[in-house]
């Protein structure tokens, strides 16, 4: 298991997407989005569902200015909070859902990756969609 120091004194760390979202930093953000579609392949290559993708719970490095730090044309990111994960369709949603987001299913029924994505690009659309 990884330590995900957060930004310091100018010095580089993690936040999530959430946070980075809100600071409104436009650089990078094709490397980010880039980032976030090829974590969508690779869950669904392994039919594997996340279940809960929104922004709080994917990191992203930044650089002591808040840029994502990119390589390779894609940002630095990692996900947390696997509480739902499993085998597409096989894991359920909690009794414990929040009823104040928008899931792409109810309680109790199936975790599809299909979801993983609706949810990326719901909450990428709502914060990430601002012009410089």
Known sequence: MDF????AQG?????????????????NRDETRKSL??????????????GDL???????????QGAPQVSDGTAHIRVVDFDW?????EVRYPE??????????SIGDPIECSHD???VDRWWKDEFSFHP
């Open 4 to 7: 995900l120091k957060p930004p």
């Open 117 to 119: 994505k609706a949810m």
């Open 37 to 50: 579609d090829e974590l969508l392949h690779a869950l669904k290559s392994q039919s594997f569902a996340h």
């Open 11 to 27: 010095r580089p760390g993690w936040i999530t997407l959430f946070d980075f979202g809100k600071s409104k930093v436009v650089s």
């Open 54 to 64: 929104r922004s709080n719970n994917i990191l992203i490095r930044v650089d002591g």
């Open 96 to 105: 414990t859902l929040n009823k104040d987001i928008q899931w792409s299913a």
């Open 85 to 89: 994960a499993g085998t597409s369709g």
